[in-house]
């Protein structure tokens, strides 16, 4: 029998259906109150009128004829008590640290402490540390002042706060629970509602509760019915610790009801006493996960096994999934298996988990952006209000609105890649306008509230609707969520609206993402359906037969040490404040509580060294393996159960492999790609690399991520000297001079800082060169370049000499391939002549070795053709190899103005900025043949390319992931195919 049967039971055989309606039954909250009147409603087998049952608070506050004030309201009447006495009162600063005061407020009343005490105890402890701070500076003197005038205050604060409150007929929780405590008498005896007063399943009481139920149980006018076990009663177990206090107590355990708790020390010599954890058999079974986000999994695997053995029963045994973490809510409720149709959602979804709150904390976010920029004359800075691409991209992406986007002829994404092609990094709201042509959504998200709360509402507002009209029946919950953003927007805009005094940005977005995170989206179900989704609170005076409990973590279950109070830890117990240890008190209450009546529970925690930072499993659970198995007679035992995953295809296998078939219609777009766009040396690195990248890249044709950042990137600063040293190049063949001297290189050489600028300007249109990191890749730049040109001038003083025939420039060749031309293409960065033989210069800024672009001197030419194209260390080996192989394909052509022969030697190589003392590093050992000429070697190479074409048109060969993980970090494509972290 359950806690509420066997109470309403117990009630309603001391009256009759005529004489219950005279008394008031108390539980601890409204979930309670319902299953206490079903309970009580099956009792009897006719109509009968109802005795008044209700929550405690609902008890409380109607019995104290005020009406609980707003958290809002509350805030701002606890400012203007404040303003009085220090006119000078900060109100940003103020709603920073006011809830903390507030609760404090709260809890002093709800406890019933002396509040002139306890901020004297306060104020003297404060003394003393301002006392210590005497020999030290502060850097805010004023600061410092106003921080110990707070605490100095706070007494008059508190006194002044209620005077006003109570000539509004007003109070917060803690007020009105002390007013009832203080006037018992005049409230249920003088003017009595009912004749006698229930308490049932309450744990932890407030001193002010307390008071009221010794009242009146002195009076003989209540009798409390307490819910335990002997297991946590007997001992100093921490479940049982205030159970046992109010046993002790002659008012607080009368009643026939608590007869059977008088004798818990003696147990097991008193045999009415409630002992269902130490006497029945119990399947209690603990499970560690890897992470939080597996337990929902877990718990649904759960279900679906008990309903495959129970072969879908008709009655299904009492189930509770119970969260210890409420942000697992969403999760749990996508993970419930299908079968379970039935079941109910005690606990609200939090609004602070939702797009919508996202969005809004991205909006105010935006607002925030003010870019400061340096004055031209290099003295002071000026703030100017303009938004960042990362954030208007953030906000147009933004999940929330993607509805809007998909009903719309145009996306939003035309804007993105102007802002991104012209590389604006900040814009402000008219030049953003004119860019989305006054796009409605654009418009309102972008516009600037210039610290202006009635502006922000107004914004907000005509957000709301836009977006309403795209959520229909099928998206109710976004309908709720732009519903409740709604009454909370006119809530805030109407206490705002009593005030005289302005509210800035800042003090009004605290306030609405306050109101935002208290504010939670109910579900609708039946309340009594055998599966029930709930917090640990709302478990309080119910019991189910089968119980899952998530979360099951120190940290969680119980929180743990958490102090927000301005109140210190040792004035808090002097003053019978509650303290962390009190809170873990209840949480073991309601856990053990929860679980004495089950018959079979499973406890779900994240494994030690888990992801996340709460990842030791709950004492709870030590307690039960190393004390509850050695107390409980029925040999019951703690189980612990290992979570295996398995992969479908065996051992190791992935669960996913995503790969893409060739068929003919991608043969025909691979054809089209070789024959109209080519194929570059990178390609074909990518394709052998990860061939599915190469896909996306070349034949499917998906975008890269579209982004402009505020610093330059790694091949940023590979095109800003690429580009220097091309502009040199082209400068000096318009003055026809090929063969440079060393008074040129001394001459690039102080130009370097003004052509670094230069090209900066027209490439990097919106950044900045002489701040953070742009400044030292400046540094690096210059001194590259610098030493680029003196390993010239050596080049020079050795008698080398060097004629630039052509800067960097695109080059292609093509070949037959199956009746299709086939282009071949890349993009040298310089081709000069030294000794009559051809050198094809890559410049690279990174660090390259020369062992990385040939072959070994004694290379097997058999290995060679094998591995040419999948060897992984050969990238820069087959890119220098494929720039040859153009530049030979001239032949009897010219590239610019320069005529080539066959004649003529061709040697590929690279230059490393970061590694000149190797100068030219030249590709000389790589052959095709001992005896190669140069037909050998186009044929050779077209062999080569044909080999690569042949498996990209393969269809036994489909497109698939690369094995090596580390290719995957960087890649455009890792969240598609589901390797982004």
């Not at 005497?134 to 100095?152: A, C, G, I, M, S």
């Not at 003017?191 to 009242?215: C, M, Q, T, V, W």
């Not at 906000?395 to 809007?404: D, G, K, S, V």
């Not at 109070?565 to 929860?594: C, K, N, W």
Request: charged content about 30%.
């Amino acid at each position: 029998m359950s806690f509420l049967s066997e109470s309403a039971d117990y009630i309603w055989k001391k009256y009759t259906p005529e004489t219950i309606s005279k008394i008031s039954v108390v539980l601890p909250s409204r979930r309670a109150v319902y299953f206490f009147k079903q309970e009580l409603a099956a009792l009897s087998d006719r109509p009968f009128l109802a005795p008044e049952v209700m929550a405690m608070d609902d008890f409380v506050m109607e019995r104290s004829g005020v009406q609980e004030i707003d958290p809002v309201a509350l805030l701002f009447e606890l400012y203007d008590t404040f303003k009085g006495i220090d006119p000078h009162l900060d109100f940003d600063r103020f709603t920073s640290w006011a809830p903390v005061v507030l609760r404090d407020f709260d809890q002093i009343d709800l406890y019933g402490c002396n509040a002139r005490e306890v901020f004297r105890w306060v104020e003297a402890e404060k003394a003393i540390e301002r006392w210590g701070t005497k020999d030290r500076e502060f850097t805010d003197q004023v600061y410092t002042q106003n921080y110990f005038r707070l605490f100095e205050n706070l007494l008059h604060v508190y006194d002044q706060l209620k005077v006003r409150l109570e000539q509004q007929d007003r109070a917060y929780r803690g007020m009105a629970y002390r007013k009832v405590a203080e006037n018992v008498e005049s409230i249920f005896i003088d003017n009595p509602s009912h004749d006698y007063y229930y308490f049932l399943g309450f744990n932890a009481l407030s001193a002010s509760e307390e008071r009221i139920l010794r009242k009146l149980s002195s009076l003989n006018r209540a009798e409390m019915l307490w819910d335990a076990d002997a297991y946590y009663l007997k001992g100093h177990h921490e479940a049982g610790r205030f159970i046992r206090k109010y046993l002790a107590d002659a008012d607080l355990s009368r009643g026939e009801w608590n007869k059977r708790f008088r004798h818990y020390k003696s147990f097991p010599m008193a045999p009415e006493l409630p002992a269902e954890l130490l006497i029945k058999p119990k399947a209690f079974t603990e499970m560690g996960v890897p992470n939080a986000t597996m337990q929902p999994k877990v718990t649904a695997y759960l279900m679906e096994n008990w309903e495959q053995i129970e072969g879908n029963p008709v009655y299904r045994p009492h189930t509770a999934v119970v969260l210890g973490d409420e942000n697992l809510l969403m999760p749990m409720l996508a993970s419930i298996p299908e079968k379970y149709d039935d079941f109910n959602v005690t606990m609200g979804v939090s609004m602070r988990s939702s797009l919508l709150y996202s969005l809004v904390e991205s909006l105010f976010e935006l607002q925030r952006n003010v870019i400061e920029f340096r004055k031209k004359d290099g003295v002071g800075t000026v703030m100017v209000p303009k938004f960042s691409y990362k954030h208007i991209a953030k906000i147009l992406h933004h999940p929330f609105i993607q509805n809007y986007w998909m009903q719309q002829e145009e996306s939003f994404r035309p804007l993105l890649r102007t802002l991104k092609n012209e590389n604006r990094l900040f814009v402000d709201e008219k030049e953003l306008r004119e860019l989305a042509n006054d796009e409605p959504l654009v418009r309102t998200l972008f516009t600037r509230w210039d610290n202006d709360s009635k502006k922000a509402t107004h914004a907000l507002y005509a957000l709301i609707d836009i977006l309403r009209p795209l959520y229909d029946e099928k998206d109710a919950i976004e309908t709720e969520y732009l519903y409740e953003f709604y009454t909370i927007l006119k809530r805030l805009e109407r206490l705002l609206a009593e005030r005289k005094a302005p509210v800035s940005i800042k003090s009004y977005r605290r306030f609405l993402l306050e109101l935002l995170r208290q504010t939670k989206i109910p579900f609708s179900g039946e309340p009594a359906a055998p599966l029930q989704v709930m917090g640990m609170l709302e478990t309080r005076c119910l019991d189910f037969d089968r119980v899952i409990i998530l979360s099951v973590n120190e940290g969680t279950l119980p929180t743990g040490k958490k102090q927000n109070s301005l109140i210190p830890f040792d004035a808090a117990q002097e003053f019978g404040l509650p303290t962390y240890m009190d809170a873990d008190a209840v949480m073991s209450y309601h856990f053990f509580r929860l679980i004495q009546r089950a018959k079979e529970v499973v406890f779900l925690y994240t494994q030690p060294g888990g992801e996340g930072p709460k990842s030791e499993k709950s004492r709870f659970l030590l307690q039960l393996k190393h004390e509850w198995e050695e107390s409980n007679s029925s040999q019951s035992k703690l189980k612990t159960q290992s979570i295996e995953f398995q992969a479908p295809q065996g051992e190791g296998a992935e669960v996913t492999q995503l790969l893409i078939h060739k068929t003919p219609r991608i043969q025909q777009e691979i054809l089209k790609s070789l024959t109209e766009r080519g194929v570059y040396a990178t390609h074909l690195n990518m394709y052998y690399k990860c061939s599915l990248q190469y896909y996306f890249k070349r034949i499917a044709g998906v975008a890269e991520e579209e982004e402009v950042s505020e610093k330059l990137e790694a091949n940023d600063f590979g095109v800003w000297v690429h580009e220097v040293l091309e502009r040199i190049d082209r400068e000096m063949l318009d003055r026809d001079v090929r063969i440079y001297q060393e008074m040129d290189y001394e001459q690039f050489i102080k130009q370097i800082p003004a052509r670094l600028e230069a090209v900066f300007q027209d490439k990097f249109k919106g950044q900045v060169m002489d701040e953070g990191q742009n400044l030292l890749l400046y540094n690096i730049a210059r001194r590259n370049l610098k030493n680029y040109f003196q390993m010239r001038i050596e080049e020079l003083k050795s008698g080398m000499v060097v004629e630039m025939l052509a800067p960097e420039q695109k080059l292609t060749a093509s070949f037959e391939y199956k009746g299709h031309q086939v282009l071949i293409s890349g993009k040298i960065d310089r081709l000069e002549r030294v000794n009559e033989q051809i050198r094809i210069v890559d410049y690279k800024t990174g660090k390259v070795e020369a062992k990385n672009l040939d072959v070994k001197a004694n290379q097997d030419l058999e290995e060679l053709h094998q591995q040419f194209l999948t060897n992984e260390d050969w990238e820069v080996l087959r890119q220098l190899w494929l720039y040859k192989y153009l530049v030979i394909k001239q032949n009897h052509k010219q590239i610019g103005d320069v005529a080539l022969s066959a004649s003529q030697v061709v040697q590929p190589g690279m230059i490393s900025f970061r590694n000149l003392a190797e100068g030219f590093m030249a590709q000389e050992q790589l052959r095709f043949r001992a005896d190669e000429t140069p037909e050998t070697f186009i044929e050779d190479s077209e062999l080569i390319l044909t080999q690569f074409m042949d498996e990209l048109l393969n269809e036994a060969t489909p497109f698939i992931q690369t094995e090596n993980l580390k290719a995957c970090e960087y890649c455009d494509y890792a969240r598609i195919c589901g390797r982004g972290v």
